[in-house]
T-cell receptor, first 115, second 115 residues
Framework: NAGVTQTPKFQVLKTGQSMTLQCAQDMNHNSMYWYRQDPGMGLRLIYY???????DKGEVPNGYNVSRLNKREFSLRLESAAPSQTSVYFC??????????????FGPGTRLTVL | AQSVTQLGSHVSVSEGALVLLRCNYSSSVPPYLFWYVQYPNQGLQLLLKYTSAATLVKGINGFEAEFKKSETSFHLTKPSAHMSDAAEYFC?????????????FGKGTKLSVKP
């Protein structure tokens, strides 16, 4: 099993450009998450999908959109990138969305720089 | 609302010394608590989790943590630090289902190990 995979690993954008971060998991998990990590801030939840067909906002959703394409894939889109979106983005998955005790498994991350 | 406070953004220990990383939580419901480790340029990996089965939880790589309800703490310890333990450590809390089942992360503690 590859677990949670993310593409691309690195990306540099200019202000105003758009891009989509891809995430896929092969563990047959129901829930998927997008986080951003900034120095000294820990991880903050952007959006999550508790199950296929549903998405909800997290703590910092402004400037982002998501799509739960199917059970395996959950993408994050930046429509008009801003320098404040320079960050490391992590995707995670969990077997059961409503079961808080379940472990979240993380991907390797995407380092995004917006100039 | 739930929150996590990690005391000390940086902790430095000598190889062979005790590792103690502090985590205090706030939760209006009985919490589930997690410790994750992040090695440089990698994603997060679960070290251990508390799900109310036992207050002393043993994890991977010789780490353990004790849940103390009276102190609202879940400190991470390892008796003898190894150079390979140098990483950033995140404490996280979650409640029950719905959005309360989502993880709330602390800001992280970077552990340095001196030879």
């Amino acid at each position: 099993n590859a677990g949670v995979t993310q593409t691309p690993k690195f990306q540099v954008l200019k202000t105003g450009q758009s891009m989509t971060l891809q995430c896929a998991q092969d563990m047959n998990h129901n829930s998927m998450y997008w986080y951003r990590q900034d120095p000294g801030m820990g991880l903050r939840l952007i959006y999550y999908s508790a199950s296929e067909g549903t998405t909800d906002k997290g703590e910092v959703p402004n400037g982002y959109n998501v799509s739960r394409l199917n059970k395996r894939e959950f993408s994050l889109r930046l429509e008009s990138a801003a320098p404040s979106q320079t960050s490391v983005y992590f995707c995670a998955s969990r077997e059961r969305g409503g079961v808080a005790a379940d472990t979240q498994y993380f991907g390797p991350g995407t380092r995004l720089t917006v100039l | 609302a739930q929150s996590v406070t990690q005391l000390g953004s940086h902790v430095s220990v000598s190889e062979g010394a005790l590792v103690l990383l502090r985590c205090n939580y706030s939760s209006s419901v009985p919490p589930y608590l997690f410790w994750y480790v992040q090695y440089p340029n990698q994603g997060l990996q679960l070290l251990l989790k508390y799900t109310s089965a036992a207050t002393l939880v043993k994890g991977i790589n010789g780490f353990e943590a004790e849940f103390k309800k009276s102190e609202t703490s879940f400190h991470l310890t390892k008796p003898s630090a190894h150079m390979s333990d140098a990483a950033e450590y995140f404490c996280a809390v979650s409640g029950y289902g719905g959005s309360q089942g989502n993880l709330i992360f602390g800001k992280g503690t970077k552990l340095s190990v001196k030879p």
